[in-house]
T-cell receptor, first 111, second 112 residues
Framework: QKEVEQDPGPLSVPEGAIVSLNCTYS??????FMWYRQYSRKGPELLMY????GNKEDGRFTAQVDKSSKYISLFIRDSQPSDSATYLC???????????FGAGTRLFVKA | NAGVTQTPKFRVLKTGQSMTLLCAQD?????MYWYRQDPGMGLRLIHY???????AKGEVPDGYNVSRLKKQNFLLGLESAAPSQTSVYFC???????????FGPGTRLTVL
């Protein structure tokens, strides 16, 4: 069993839609949760970072963590064509010595 | 600031050839990482360094060697390339183990 599971998609939505991206993880030792965005042929860039259960909002993006279910989500409101990218979830243990990345979900937002 | 840069951007090797990938960062970061990214596998850590002169193995170190002779540079070497090493290689750096990792643009390597 992979430590982080992420649906690879692709996910195709119309402009303006609400997008929901999800990951599950297996080890409760992981306490830090991140979402990276990766445009085609570019390196990943950090989008959201959180370490507690609940929601964290940043503009059109909301990261949600449910530690009891080991489930993390990223919501994108009013999606734009410029949001078309691959989104990777990542989890990290308390000591910061181990970061595990999901395989990434490819998102296409159609104008 | 250029951030994290990687050289070269693309490379094609024949089986058995050797090469070195160079990563450079200008953020004075202590930690540096080498990952490979393959379809459906996500990013997997090859080697990392917690400071100048140090290196450590990650999840998939076999077939690779690294060196961190200068704080700003982290080199990844392939002594005898194999087709299984065809991948996109990313370098990243961070201030410390709990800091955000900043990624370079990647090197696309094909081994024939």
């Amino acid at each position: 069993q992979k430590e982080v599971e992420q649906d690879p998609g692709p996910l195709s939505v119309p402009e303006g839609a609400i997008v929901s991206l999800n990951c599950t993880y297996s080890n409760s030792a992981f306490q830090y949760f991140m979402w990276y965005r990766q445009y085609s042929r570019k390196g990943p860039e950090l989008l959201m970072y959180t370490y507690s259960s609940g929601n964290k909002e940043d503009g059109r993006f909301t990261a949600q963590v449910d530690k009891s279910s080991k489930y993390i989500s990223l919501f994108i409101r009013d999606s734009q064509p410029s949001d078309s990218a691959t989104y990777l979830c990542a989890i990290r243990d308390t000591g910061g010595f181990k970061t595990i990345f999901g395989a990434g979900t490819r998102l296409f937002v159609k104008a | 600031n250029a951030g994290v840069t990687q050289t070269p951007k693309f490379r094609v090797l024949k089986t058995g050839q050797s090469m070195t990938l160079l990563c450079a960062q200008d953020m004075n970061h202590e930690y540096m990482y080498w990952y490979r990214q393959d379809p459906g596998m996500g990013l997997r850590l090859i080697h990392y360094s917690v400071g100048e002169g140090t290196t450590a193995k990650g999840e998939v170190p076999d077939g690779y060697n690294v060196s961190r002779l200068k704080k700003q540079n982290f080199l990844l070497g392939l002594e005898s390339a194999a087709p299984s090493q065809t991948s996109v290689y990313f370098c990243a750096s961070a201030r410390d183990s709990t800091d955000t990792q900043y990624f370079g643009p990647g090197t696309r390597l094909t081994v024939l």
